[in-house]
């Protein structure tokens, strides 16, 4: 588990678990994330239940993984690159007379989309990325360069695994360069990173634009441009949908009278769903009793999120 002193060095650049998201290979995290948290516009993570038993379990799989090899691991400071200072790591662990480092996993479900075989480099691309960026920096400093991180997993509480993660040196001279252009382009200079078509991007907008006021401006070019890509773009969705219920409705009209049918690579249903129940709770509370006043007293408005229309002129 961190210390409070590398929490607060990690605010001075990027670590093994930012440049995934930096890179856009983290599904948790995007650029938008890192640089929020970076420019000290919102808190970084302090953790969940998730990130708490993995800490807690750390040393119980460290310690299987030791027994198994017959090694002895050591714990690692955070470690800055000379040369790049934005450039951090702290790895779990590294084996004692040996360039290999040792990181550890406490995770859900083996999801077999994820995960390949054991001895393997098949993890999720922002654990490999993580890998990837530690033997980088951990390489800068070392006697000599990093050649694996062997990457302990336990799943489930139930199955422990080790995967293999060589050095690929093509693979991190594009995330230091991915990294450099980030953290001088965007946090030094204090420039959000393009906003792109991810959830992410759509999630920040809406939680940093939250008020507007009454006016209505003249459109810049750039306006204009993602105006016309979106016009080309509802136009494919709506063609792609009228192809979508014509199809649709060919195969109700096939299935008639049936509740559906099976093809050699489909199955299609047409059924009619079980009725569903809704309690009118304010016609309750008038028939016990409740006056309309007591009922306003009771209800909370809530505040909408914004809504996004946009139209367009016919053609």
Same mark, same amino acid.
């Given at each position: 588990m961190l210390t409070p002193e590398q929490l607060e060095l990690r605010k001075t650049g990027?670590?093994? @678990?930012d440049i995934a998201a930096? !890179?856009?290979? +983290? /599904? $948790?995290r995007g650029p938008l994330d890192v640089y929020q948290e970076k420019a000290g516009l919102v808190p970084g993570f302090e953790g969940n239940e998730f990130t708490y038993w993995g800490h807690a379990l750390e040393p119980v799989i460290a310690n299987r993984y030791a027994e198994e090899e017959g090694v002895e691991l050591m714990e690692c400071d955070t470690l800055v690159h000379p040369d790049y200072n934005f450039a951090l790591a702290t790895p779990d662990r590294s084996i004692v007379g040996k360039p290999t480092l040792v990181e550890i996993k406490c995770s859900g479900m083996r999801r077999s989309t994820d995960w390949g075989e054991p001895g393997t480099d098949q993890v999720?691309? #922002?654990y490999l990325i993580q890998c990837q960026w530690q033997m980088l !920096?951990?390489?800068a400093v070392a006697p000599a360069p990093i050649e694996q991180v062997h990457l302990?997993?336990? $799943? @489930?509480? +139930?199955?422990?695994e080790v995967f293999i993660i060589d050095s690929d040196q093509a693979l991190q001279e594009h995330l230091l360069h991915a990294a450099d252009k980030f953290w001088h382009d965007c946090v030094l200079a204090e420039k959000a990173p393009s906003i792109d078509g991810s959830t992410r991007s759509t999630v920040w907008l809406n939680e940093y634009w939250t008020q507007h006021d009454d006016d209505i401006v003249e459109a810049p070019s750039q306006a204009v441009v993602?105006?016309?890509?979106?016009?080309?773009a509802r136009h494919g969705e709506e063609t792609h949908k009228q192809a979508r219920r014509e199809a649709e409705n060919h195969l109700k009209d096939i299935i008639g009278d049936n509740a559906g049918i099976v093809g050699s690579s489909f199955k299609a249903t047409w059924k009619t769903p079980n009725p569903s129940e809704r309690t009118d709770w304010e016609a309750v509370a008038k028939e016990s009793g409740a006056t309309d006043d007591i009922i306003t007293k #009771? %209800? !909370? %408005? /809530?505040?909408? @999120?914004r809504r996004f229309l946009v139209r367009f002129d016919a053609r």
């Open positions: 990027l670590g093994s @678990s930096v !890179v856009g290979l +983290n /599904k $948790f999720p691309a #922002h !920096v951990a390489s302990a997993a336990l $799943f @489930s509480g +139930n199955r422990y993602w105006a016309e890509q979106l016009r080309a #009771h %209800t !909370v %408005t /809530k505040q909408a @999120s």
